[in-house]
């Protein structure tokens, strides 16, 4: 079975509606987050959380700046494969007999539960944890020390809040191609537990419009179409 969404993006978050819920796509989070214990979704009824690191969806959503009734996290994600086709602004999930798509497979690391790939970015060989929910992506401090920022822009995550980074505009290249992504710098013990785990970047919406992608969570591996 193959269910294919139109993405709704807003502010570089991936949203979709579903059945009247409107659906936070984040490949971030481990678990998946709605106002009921009981949440439906592709014709499966799951049990899930009604909060995250303390925040409830109501919280989240005041932190974003816009309504959404879930979050979806990799519990129910990695029951899927599931397509990212930025460009024609669709997501689909597919069930594990559909055949994957036709491209070339690249490792995906799982590192505690995060799902990573390894790229280069400004020159060096890195760890980017892939992040649907995040519209900025993150790189470690050292990475940037060779270069200025270009700007600040202000970002929010649930156990810090709201908080501003420096933007450094910086040449990645994954699959083949090269091309610009604009980084901020976590901040305190968000990017010490990075550190600890090995994981040098967090690449979110700059890094994923640039492909069309599918995660096979089981196999571990994304294809690049």
């Not at 790939?117 to 760890?127: A, V």
Request: hydrophobic share 40%; aromatic share 10%.
């Amino acid at each position: 079975m193959k269910t294919t969404f139109k993405i709704d993006f807003v502010d570089g978050h991936v949203l979709i509606n579903d059945n009247g819920k409107r659906i936070l796509v984040d490949t971030g989070s481990p678990l998946t987050v709605h106002k009921e214990r009981c949440f439906s979704f592709l014709g499966r009824d799951h049990s899930v959380s009604v909060s995250i690191l303390g925040s409830s969806v109501r919280d989240l959503a005041a932190l974003t700046g816009f309504e959404f009734t879930t979050l979806l996290g990799m519990d129910i994600m990695s029951q899927y494969k599931v397509v990212f086709d930025y460009e024609n602004k669709e997501l689909a999930f597919l069930t594990e007999e559909e055949p994957d798509l036709i491209g070339t497979p690249y490792p995906l690391i799982n590192i505690m539960g995060v799902k990573a790939l390894r790229m280069n970015i400004n020159g060096h060989n890195l760890i980017a944890a892939v992040d649907t929910g995040a519209p900025l992506s993150y790189i470690d401090k050292e990475i940037t020390s060779n270069v200025s920022p270009v700007g600040e822009k202000e970002d929010f995550h649930p156990t810090v809040g709201r908080f501003v980074t420096p933007i450094y505009s910086l040449e990645t290249e994954f699959a083949g191609k090269q091309f610009t992504v604009d980084y901020g710098i976590l901040p305190g013990m968000m990017a010490v537990q990075n550190k600890v785990l090995g994981i040098n970047a967090v690449v979110g919406y700059d890094f994923l419009k640039n492909f069309k992608l599918m995660f096979n969570f089981r196999s571990g591996t994304v294809i690049v179409a």
